[in-house]
C-alpha cells in the first residue's frame, strides 16, 4: 500500500474531521504507484472553497476554478498543496478553459473531467479510487485518455502536447485511439500560448525518452506544428560521397539528442536543433553527386533565433541557444595554436564549453562515430590548459589602482596602455599573471 507524506495526510485528515470528503490525486498518486518520486500534490474535496479556506488559516484562493493554495514549509523550501472543490466544466470554446465551472458533488463526476486515465486515480489515505482502470493502464505501461479522446483534446488542446510529454516522461506507449485522436486534432495546438507549447517541449526534451518523444511529435504531426524548421530536415539525404552519415538530417538530429550526455534541456533542444540549416542550404552535385550543406551553422542559428522568439524564450536562453548552434561547426584539433582556441573560446563564452562539446559528443554519436575518442579527449584538455591564461585585461591580477599606486600617475589613458602592454607581455608567457611579478614589472613598462 503506498502511503500519503504527513502534510498531505494531515489535510485530508483536517476535512475529514469536519464532515468533508477528500482525496489526494492526479500525477502525485500515479507517480506514487510507479514508485517515482513525487512533488505538486494535488487534491479534490467535496468542501467549498470558503471552507477550506476557514479550516487552513494559512492558505490562500485568487483563482476561479476553486483551487485553494496551502504552503508548507520544507527543509529548503515551500511547497503548495492545491486543493479543487469537485466541479463540472460546460463549454471550451477556446478550446483551454471551460466556459463555466460548477461544483460537483460526487468524486466520479469530478475524476471523469481528468485527461488521462493514470492521472485519474484518487487516494484518501486508505483506499484508492479507480473508476477508469488507471492502475491496469500503469501496469500495461499504456497512457490513455479518461473517455473519448477526440472530446478530451477538444477541451483542452494543451493536452496535445501533454500526453506525448507524459509518454516521453514515463516511458509509456500511448494507446492507438489516443494517438490517432491527437493525430486528427494537431491544428488546435495553435489556439494555446507560446509559453505552454515551450514549457512541455522543454520537459519532453529534458525527459528520459527525450527522442521518442519528438518522434511521437512528428508522427502525430504535431511537430509540423510546433518546430516546422525540424520537421522538414526529415528525409533530407546525408550519405553521399566524401561523407560518413548514415542518416538523413531529421533521423540524425534525433539519433544526437537520444546521445547527448547533457542534462540541461537547453542544450539538449541546441543538439536537437543544431542541424535545421541543413534543410535550406542542401545542393547536390550532378555530377559528382557530392552533397554539401555549406553555411548550414550559420543559416541553423538564424531559424533557432526566430525559434526561440516564437516560443518566447528568455534572452538570456535565446541568446545561448544562437551561440551552441552558430559555432557547433569548430573543428577538433589538439594541435590548434593558442590564440586559434583562444578565439574560439570567446566567441562560444567560457560558460557554455563544457555544454558545446555535450553537443559535439551527441553530434559525434548521432552520426554513427564511435563512443570515444581520443582526438576529442585531447583538444578538452587544451582547452583546459589555454584556459589558465588570461583573456582580457581584466584577467589580469592587478588593476588600474595598482597602477596609479605604483606609479604615482592621475587616472586617464596612460593606465590602461600600461594594463595592456603588460596583459601583451603576459599572453605571449614572457611574464607570468602574478601579483607580485606584475608589480615588479610595472615600473619597467614604457606604454
Excluded at 552519415?245 to 536537437?272: E, F, K, Q
Excluded at 542542401?282 to 542559428?301: L, M
Excluded at 557554455?352 to 548521432?366: E, F, M, P, T, V
Aim: some cysteine.
Amino acid at each position: 500500500m503506498i502511503t500519503l507524506p504527513q502534510p498531505a495526510q494531515e489535510i485530508i485528515e483536517t476535512l475529514s474531521k469536519h464532515g468533508f470528503e477528500s482525496f489526494a490525486v492526479g500525477g502525485s498518486i500515479r507517480d506514487l504507484l510507479l514508485g517515482l518520486p513525487t512533488k505538486d500534490w494535488d487534491f479534490t474535496t467535496n468542501a467549498p472553497p470558503q471552507k477550506v479556506l476557514a479550516l487552513f488559516p494559512d492558505s490562500f484562493y485568487d483563482n476561479e476554478f476553486g483551487t485553494v493554495g496551502i504552503p508548507y514549509k520544507t527543509d529548503s523550501d515551500t511547497e503548495v498543496y492545491e486543493i479543487t472543490t469537485y466541479r463540472s466544466e460546460h463549454g471550451f470554446s477556446n478550446k483551454r478553459h471551460p466556459d463555466e465551472v460548477t461544483w460537483g458533488t460526487s468524486l466520479e463526476a469530478d475524476l471523469a473531467r481528468r485527461d488521462l486515465t493514470i492521472n485519474a486515480i484518487a487516494f484518501d489515505g486508505k483506499k484508492l479510487i479507480d473508476p477508469f482502470a488507471g492502475q491496469k493502464d500503469l501496469q500495461k505501461k499504456l497512457v490513455r485518455t479518461v473517455g473519448k479522446p477526440e472530446d478530451r483534446f477538444q477541451e483542452d488542446a494543451l493536452r496535445l502536447i501533454r500526453t506525448i510529454r507524459i509518454a516521453a516522461q514515463l516511458g509509456f506507449t500511448i494507446e492507438s485511439q489516443t494517438l490517432s485522436a491527437i493525430s486528427s486534432n494537431t491544428g488546435l495546438i495553435k489556439s494555446v500560448s507560446s509559453d505552454r507549447v515551450r514549457m512541455e517541449l522543454m520537459k519532453i526534451i529534458g525527459s528520459k525518452y527525450a527522442a521518442d518523444g519528438v518522434m511521437l511529435l512528428r508522427n502525430t504531426k504535431l511537430l509540423a506544428e510546433i518546430l516546422p524548421e525540424l520537421d522538414q530536415c526529415f528525409g533530407v539525404p546525408q550519405k553521399s560521397p566524401k561523407r560518413h552519415h548514415l542518416y538523413d538530417v531529421g533521423t540524425h538530429l534525433i539519433m544526437s539528442l537520444h546521445n547527448c550526455p547533457a542534462t540541461d534541456p537547453l542544450v539538449r533542444l541546441a543538439t536537437l536543433l543544431h542541424d535545421i540549416g541543413k534543410s535550406v542550404v542542401f545542393r547536390k552535385d550532378v555530377t559528382t553527386q557530392i552533397i554539401t550543406f555549406y553555411n548550414h551553422e550559420v543559416v541553423g542559428a538564424k531559424l533557432v533565433k526566430e525559434i526561440a522568439l516564437r516560443l518566447n524564450f528568455s534572452k538570456k536562453d535565446r541568446e545561448k541557444l544562437v551561440t551552441l548552434v552558430r559555432w557547433h561547426q569548430f573543428t577538433v584539433d589538439e594541435n590548434q595554436n593558442d590564440n586559434t582556441l583562444r578565439r574560439f573560446i570567446r566567441r562560444v563564452g567560457k560558460e557554455n564549453l563544457k555544454d558545446i562539446l555535450d553537443l559535439r559528443i551527441g553530434d559525434r554519436l548521432g552520426g554513427g562515430a564511435q563512443e570515444t575518442s581520443w582526438r576529442l579527449r585531447l583538444f578538452m584538455a587544451r582547452l583546459d590548459e589555454v584556459q589558465k591564461q588570461p583573456f582580457t585585461v581584466s584577467d589580469l591580477k592587478i588593476n588600474g589602482h595598482d597602477v596609479m599606486k605604483v606609479l604615482d600617475i592621475k587616472p586617464g589613458p596612460q593606465v590602461g596602455k600600461i594594463l595592456n602592454k603588460l596583459f601583451d607581455e603576459v599572453i605571449i608567457q614572457k611574464i607570468a599573471n602574478e601579483r607580485e611579478t606584475l608589480l615588479i614589472h610595472l615600473k619597467k613598462v614604457n606604454p
